[in-house]
């Protein structure tokens, strides 16, 4: 059974720092490339960051460049997202997602398997 699994969201203070965990069963995430979206209440889904399964290219949106980072340990098939400097803005549910192919990484429609979202929330 394919899937993936999100965690390490919370409640953390503005400047402060999360990772979140995407780990993948059921598959080998060396082939897939992974893409982390974010959907806060009221609003679409947004693509925040990606990793290419072909050379681990990136991508980030502009409001998260700098701040975030997108990793992969395929020994843990496992991919990281490091969001550094948080702002009350990040705050949403963030969900990771997976597809083996090699286009569109940057929009949902693009990606075959989901995991169930982990909230985020950044607030004093």
């Known amino acids: 059974q394919v899937q993936l699994v999100e965690s390490g969201g919370g409640l953390v203070q503005p400047g402060g720092s999360l990772r979140l965990s995407c780990a993948a069963s059921?598959?080998?995430?060396?082939?897939?490339?992974i893409g982390w979206f974010r959907q806060a209440p009221g609003k679409e889904r947004e693509g925040v960051s990606c990793?290419?399964?072909?050379?681990?290219?990136?991508f980030y949106t502009s409001s998260v460049e700098g701040r975030f980072t997108i990793s992969r340990d395929n020994a843990k098939n496992t991919v990281y997202l490091q969001m550094n400097s948080l702002k009350p803005e990040d705050t949403a549910v963030y969900y990771c997602?997976?597809?083996?192919?090699?286009?569109?990484?940057?929009?949902?429609?693009?990606?075959?398997?989901w995991g169930q979202g982990t909230q985020v929330t950044v607030s004093s």
């Open positions: 059921g598959f080998t995430l060396d082939y897939y490339a």
């Open positions: 997602a997976g597809t083996v192919k090699v286009g569109g990484l940057s929009r949902a429609p693009t990606y075959d398997y």
């Open positions: 990793i290419s399964s072909s050379d681990d290219s990136t």
